[in-house]
């Protein structure tokens, strides 16, 4: 039996990386005295499974991680319970069972839907920003992997560019960004478009089978809003 919780990531917390926040997981669940299967060897380590790792400085509102247990455990009250133990900025806004053998998160995810603050631009600019990232026939850009310079196209992986604007006044870019083969990431797709983006919020996470597509986990819609609200 596993455990699926969907967690947020907003405010100051935004900043941990994505190993410091395994490491809040570890502990919490811990002190939640949650019966956590582990591995084997000289040197047992928790089955915990994360979704795809979330760029440092990024905010989120669908992060999850996978929980393998070593016996079942009650779901009434679990996720204000994990909340209290987690870091202010981090709370879980849905808990459910999924089978052993389902696919990794880092499997399944096929895209990410993206919010981005664009602080700078006018949104005329940002329009016409938007025109030439989608009209372009390739959009190659240099990035450094393992220690080597690569150029890869990157046009596949934007898959739907909008804007939108806010109460206040200040716009937004909305972005779908495929995962696969290689994901993008909001500093890469600001160096697409020319323009100076701030800060970028994960809202979705999608699996796509069949035609069809679905998050991981939906949120409890109580729990998102008191998430929001703590971190504002």
């Known amino acids: 039996m596993n455990l699926r919780f969907r967690f947020v990531k907003l405010g100051r917390v935004r900043w941990t990386s994505h190993r410091d926040v395994a490491r809040m997981w570890e502990r919490a669940l811990r ?19 994360f979704g795809l790792a979330l760029p440092t400085g990024c905010e989120s509102l669908a992060e999850y991680v996978d929980v393998a247990l070593a016996s079942p455990v009650e779901l009434a009250g679990l996720q204000a ?79 739907a560019l909008s804007t939108a604007g806010t109460a206040d006044g200040r716009s937004l870019l909305i972005a779908e960004l ?21 800060l970028a919020k994960r809202t979705i996470q999608w699996i796509e089978r069949d035609g069809s597509r679905s998050e991981p986990l939906a949120a409890d819609p109580a729990f998102a809003a008191e998430a929001k609200d703590r971190a504002s």
């Open 31 to 49: 002190r939640a005295r949650i019966p956590i299967a582990y591995t084997e060897g000289f040197s047992p380590r928790p089955k915990l499974s």
């Open 178 to 198: 495929a995962t696969r083969p290689r994901g993008v990431r909001p500093v890469e797709l600001a160096r697409l478009m020319g323009l100076e983006l701030g």
């Open 81 to 159: 319970r994990m909340t209290f133990l987690l870091p202010a900025g981090v709370d879980v806004t849905a808990v459910s069972t999924v089978p052993a053998d389902s696919d990794s998160l880092q499997q399944d995810v096929t895209s990410c839907s993206w919010e981005i603050e664009v602080p700078t631009s006018s949104p005329d600019e940002l329009r016409k920003a938007v025109e030439r990232v989608l009209g372009a026939d390739s959009l190659p850009l240099e990035r450094e992997r393992k220690g080597r310079r690569e150029v890869d196209d990157l046009r596949p992986a934007v898959l």
